[in-house]
Every structure is written in C-alpha cells, then in structure tokens.
C-alpha cells in the first residue's frame, strides 16, 4: 500500500481514538457521578409473623434503616393472600348456594340455587378494601364485578360483595393485583422507599397484558394523589412479558407521574426499547436474587454477587428477596445481619446508600460520531490494501523506494505500473471510504426531520442510523484485532532468535494490545450513547466478532502463500488425509465450539463449579478481573508458540498468530460490554495484558531453556 495511504489512513485512526477516548471520559464522569445504591427489602418478609406480619413495630424498621435498607419493595397481593391476611372472604358458588338454602339471601323458593352465576364472590371485610378491590378488577371485568342478585331479609349489603366470573376464576384469583396502600402509607411515615413490583405471571392470558399493567398503574396513582406515599420508582422483576405500550393508559401514568422504571437485570422483557424513550430514559439498573437461588448461594456468594453487579453493570437497586422458608438465614436477626454486611460490603467499595436514581441522557455529538466511523472505516481499507496490495510488506512505517526502471525487464515495468495504478485507485476508494464515513452521521442529522415526511419514499427504505452505528461496530470488531496480530504480531515473528527475538516478540504484542485497545475504544465510542450505557440496546453479532477475524487471518496467511490462494486451495482438497489430520481437526473443531458456546452471560456451556471459583477470586484480588480467554490462553499461548517457531517447526508460527489474535478478540470485546463501567473494562484490560505477559515470558524461557539443553546434548 502506498506510503502517502497509510499514513493519511494512520493519522485518521489517532484522530478517530482521540474522539473514542474522549466519549470513554464522558462515559467514565457519568458513572463516577452516580455511585448511589438503594437496597429494597422485600414486602413478603414484612408480611411474615416474625417480621411483624404486616404491621411491624416502627422500632424494628428502624432496626432496617440501620442496617441499610432503604426501601421496600412492594408485591401486589392476589386475592388468596387478602384472604389469608382477613381482608376478604371467598365464596364459590357453591358456597353462596348453601348460604341460599339456608335462607341469608333472600326467599328460596322465589330464587333457585341455579339461578346463581357461577364464579367467586368476594365479601370483603371493610369499605376501604372494598373499593381497592373495585377499582382494581373493573379495567377487566367492568360490571361484571357488581352481581345481579336480590338480597331481601338477608345480612349481606349488595355494594359488600363482588363477582368473578367462572371464566376468569382461576386467573384472577391467584393475581398480585392489589397493591397494599395501608401499609406503604405506613413504611412511608417510617422513612422508607417504596418501590412497587410490577409482577407478570406466566399464565396471564395475553389479551389480559396491557389491562393487567392498566390495573397496577391506577393503583399506584391512586396511592401517591391519596396518600403520603414516598416512590419514585417501578420494577419488573418477574420473567417474560411485555413492558407497558408507551401509549397505553399504563405507560402515560408511569410518563406523568415521574416514575423510574426499575429494568431487572436478565429478565427477558420484551418492549423496554419503546418504553425507555417514552419515559426519558429515566431507567434503573435492577438486580435480584430469587428465593431458590438464596438458598443455593448463601448469605456470602450473595452479597458478593450483589457488589458484582453494582460495580461491575450499574446496577443501582438491589431487590433483597427472602431466604427459602425454614431456612435460618431468614429470620429477622439474621436477614438484619445479612443486610448490615452487604451494606458494608458496598460502602467499602467506594458506594453510599441512599435514594437510587437514574443516570443522566448521554448521547455523543454527530461530529465526535463521524470521527470514530470514519476511523473504524481507515481500519477496514488499511486490512483491505493488505490483501488486495498483497505484495507490499505490511508496515506502517515510511519507506523510501528507488525507482531503476533501466534496469528492470519490460514485463516486470509493466507489472509495476499497473501496481501503481492499483495503488491510485485504491487510494481513491479509501479516500471516498472515509469521507462517505464522515459524512453519514452529519447526513442523517439532517435527514432525521425530513423522514418523518417522508411516507413510503425513497428516504423512508434508507437503513436506520442505528443499522449504521451496529454495521460500523461490527465492523470495527472484525477489523482491529485482524489488523493488530497482522501489522505488530506476525512482523514480531520474523526476527531472528540470536538478535532480540524476545524483546520483538514482547514488542510486538504490547503493540497489537494496544492497537486492539486503540480500536475497541473507538467501537465502544460508537455505542457510547445511553441507551447502550444502559443496556437497553446491545452490541450486535458477539458471536460473529468471535469467529470472524480467524477467518479473515486465516485468508491472510493463504494469501502469502507463494503460489497464491486458488493453488493453496486446490492442494488442500487433494491432500491425502490422515488419522494425524483428523484428530487435528477434531481437535480444532471442538476447541472452536467450545469457545463460541461458552461466550454471552448465559452461555450454552455451563461453567464448572472451579472455574467460578477461580473467577471469585480473581474478582476478589482484582476488582476488575481479566478474561481466562486472554490471560491463561491467548497471551501465554502466543509467546509459547513463539518459543517454537526458531526451531523451525512446520505450523507454529500459524498457532502464534492464531492465539496471538484470540487475545486480542477477548480485549476488543472486553469494551463492548457497553453496561460495563468504562474504567473496568480498561483496568481489568492492563491488569491481563501484565499477567499475561508474565506467564507468558516465564513459558517462553522455560521452552527456550529446554530447547538449548536438548541442543547440546544432541551436539
């Protein structure tokens, strides 16, 4: 590739790192800004007798406060639950018939017991629950509710009862519909959050979606005109659903009423992107731990998970569900002593109790935008001339030529030329490459009050600027950790053992690292904005960016192959094929299906039992822990590889490159966990570049040493 190229390519990069970096301190200011954390004790554990069922004395949630605990989140409560609490009395249809016979509901023989609609009757104990219970079934079941009876002579009042029917009897019975507005008036006057849970039961009929979160949202409007009610915030911790439609009765109510939405972390809700915006992205990263899973952990991996997910993905409120019953862990000393460490837990770890809140709008300039696609673009020609101008040396550094075309044969000026040629026109597209790149934030800046307009125009089939910003960080992730084991990693290789081998090799790799490094921040710059930083939207093709860039330096290597390319191909589907290939092969294949299955925070492979520990501890000793993939496996794996390669052994110096690029693939995707602080990304990053590096080098002199005994003992 012509020197003029490269370095017009080269300087772009630096510009399009600059304007990652500085989006990576904006990134890094926002989230040092907000290092307030809520924990939420459960409403079911105040609901229990030794937590004072329900009415627990003021001395005892102050004992909460003390501990930590600055919120109560609270869940609805279905009808059994009322039941149980003797809110209401249940009766079936059966139930009131027999009542019918005995004459409390009027003349029995002017209304047969068959005349009675089949259903629940709900008898409620006060005219408070009463109205809480009508209000709350009448966005779903309308006049229904009231039932057609005559109640002469009888001890019931006709507004005292109300009616489900048969139809929606089991659904209805055992939904948390009722919000408990006595008692989160009264952890209120205590000086306690309240922290409503918005639960979804699986067996929720679908057209009961939208109704269901209807029924919640009033009950919550209702609570805060009606009542001294201090919350500020909603949570979804329940398992597949759909958010509120942002134009639905229940959305408007969360818009208007200024609520947070609580957004739980690995819940796979569905709508939260439509939701987000609507509310102004006033989002609350969410964690819990269910009841099971309590068990499982124990008090210590739970409060140590707990810290991971503040420190480690903003998450900002801490759902504190209660132990399994009869667990002893559960009791209330026990749960106050189990809140009070994870509370100290936080605290030293640089975070402060208080009201959770969300974080405020980011979105990166179009001009900063333009920059950093711009950049990854430079990176995509930059690997492009090395393929397509594949008889330059891959370099960045200037070099002087002398032309002597009095000397050169008139086949070989001819070759020449058209290699300059070559060089023109691939100059020219790299040049419209980036421009193109520059100017497609700025254009659709532009464009974005036309579209609306638009209707079915051409304007309108235009990919989404956001298909833009994924395609370029997609991009970007195949392109930076190929070019950085290309241009640092395999130069590194080609020196000779008795001439600084060592110190090019760890030249080299530091080079790539922060190459990969240099390109990741740029990627992460793209996907800088809050809707990312939040986890609302995430990086797309994760599995893609894992398996990519080998194929591309795969195709690499063929290509410098002196025969070229079609030959090389041509020569491997004729080999001879060997049991020695086939378990190579298998050796490979297997590795590679491992590697793909075990990425992702639920990954197909389940992790052993050892190596969780193992990542406690690093976490522990760490902070910010470093991948397995980079320091245990690629790092050292490329400089014991090449310890190997001055031997001269056939494929070595390919495994090198092909570790050497895995390391550098975890890096790159290290930054684009976009909900992952900055800073620890960065620190965990340095942290298994260095111990990379040192197990790498004591491998290296380790085979070198082994390699010269072996060397004298044949000489």
């Not at 496996?633 to 310890?643: K, N, V």
Request: proline content about 6%.
């Amino acid at each position: 590739m012509g020197t003029g190229v490269r370095w017009f390519l080269s300087l772009l990069l630096v510009i399009a790192v600059a304007a990652g970096g500085w989006t990576a301190y904006q990134r890094y200011a926002l989230e040092r800004s907000n290092r307030q954390f809520e924990l939420a004790v459960d409403s079911r554990l105040l609901f229990r007798e030794d937590f004072g069922g329900g009415k627990i004395p003021a001395d005892g949630l102050q004992e909460l406060k003390e501990a930590g605990c600055t919120a109560v989140a609270v869940n609805p409560l279905t009808l059994m639950e009322l039941e149980t609490l003797g809110e209401v009395t249940l009766l079936d249809t059966a139930g009131l018939q027999r009542l019918q016979a005995l004459g409390l509901l009027g003349n029995e023989k002017e209304r047969g017991p068959e005349m009675l609609p089949q259903g629940i009757y709900i008898l409620p104990t006060g005219n408070n629950i009463y109205e809480e219970i009508r209000l709350a079934l009448y966005p779903l079941l309308g006049d229904q509710i009231v039932p057609r009876l005559n109640f002469e002579a009888t001890g019931f009042s006709e507004t005292r009862l109300l009616f489900i029917p048969m139809r929606h009897a089991l659904t209805l019975k055992e939904l948390p519909l009722f919000l408990p507005r006595e008692q989160m008036l009264y952890w209120s006057r205590e000086g306690l959050q309240v922290i409503p849970l918005f639960h979804a039961p699986s067996r929720l009929p679908p057209d009961f979606n939208e109704k269901y979160w209807e029924i919640l949202a009033i009950q919550l409007m209702e609570a805060e005109n009606h009542g001294n009610i201090n919350m500020k915030a909603v949570a979804f911790p329940s398992g597949n659903f759909t958010y509120p439609l942002p134009n639905s009765r229940a959305g408007e109510m969360i818009r208007d009423g200024g609520f947070a939405l609580g957004a739980v972390e690995f819940i796979p809700g569905k709508g939260l992107k439509d939701l987000a915006p609507h509310l102004d992205y006033r989002v609350i990263r969410t964690h819990q731990i269910t009841v099971a899973e309590m068990g499982q952990l124990g008090e210590l991996r739970s409060r140590e998970r707990f810290v991971r997910a503040v420190q480690e993905r903003k998450v900002r409120l801490l759902l504190l569900q209660p132990f399994p019953e009869l667990d002893p862990r559960g009791e209330f000393t026990a749960y106050l002593g189990f809140i009070k460490n994870l509370n100290s837990d936080l605290v030293a770890s640089g975070y402060f109790p208080g009201e959770a809140s969300p974080f405020p709008i980011f979105l990166v300039p179009a001009a900063v935008q333009s920059l950093q696609i711009a950049g990854a673009a430079a990176a995509a020609a930059l690997l492009a001339g090395l393929f397509i101008l594949k008889n330059k040396k891959p370099s960045l550094k200037r070099k002087k030529i002398k032309r002597t075309y009095e000397i050169i044969p008139k086949a070989q000026r001819r070759n020449a030329r058209l290699d300059v040629q070559k060089e023109k026109i691939f100059f020219g597209f790299s040049i419209c490459l980036v421009l193109g790149a520059l100017a497609l934030p700025l254009f659709y800046l532009l464009l974005e009050p036309v579209l609306p307009a638009a209707g079915a125009s051409v304007l309108s089939r235009l990919p989404s600027y956001e298909f833009l910003q994924k395609g370029a960080a997609l991009l970007a992730s195949f392109v930076f950790p190929t070019l950085g084991t290309i241009l640092f990693l395999g130069p590194s290789l080609q020196k000779s053992a008795e001439n600084g081998y060592l110190k090019e090799i760890i030249k080299g790799f530091l080079a790539a690292a922060l190459f990969s490094t240099g390109g990741a921040i740029i990627a992460s710059g793209i996907l800088g904005d809050t809707r990312y930083f939040l986890n609302i939207e995430a990086f797309a093709g994760v599995k893609l960016s894992q398996f990519v860039p080998f194929i591309l330096l795969g195709l690499y290597i063929l290509l410098q192959k002196r025969q070229g390319l079609k030959r090389e191909m041509s020569g491997l589907l004729d080999m001879q094929v060997k049991v020695k290939h086939l378990i190579v092969i298998s050796l490979v294949v297997g590795g590679l299906l491992v590697y793909l299955m075990r990425g992702g925070n639920f990954p197909a492979l389940p992790v052993s039992e050892l190596e969780m520990a193992l990542r406690r501890y690093l976490e522990i000793i760490f902070v910010a822990r470093p991948r397995f993939k980079e320091f245990l496996i690629g790092y050292p794996g490329f400089f014991l590889m090449s310890a190997l390669v001055p031997a001269g052994i056939k494929g070595v110096k390919t495994m090198a490159l092909f570790l050497g690029l895995l390391g550098q693939i975890s890096l790159f995707n290290t930054f684009m966990h976009l909900h992952r602080p900055v800073g620890l990304s960065l620190l965990g990053t340095v942290y298994g570049i260095i111990v990379g590096l040192i197990l790498g080098m004591l491998l290296y002199l380790i085979i070198a040493k082994v390699a010269a005994t072996r060397k004298i003992a044949n000489s």
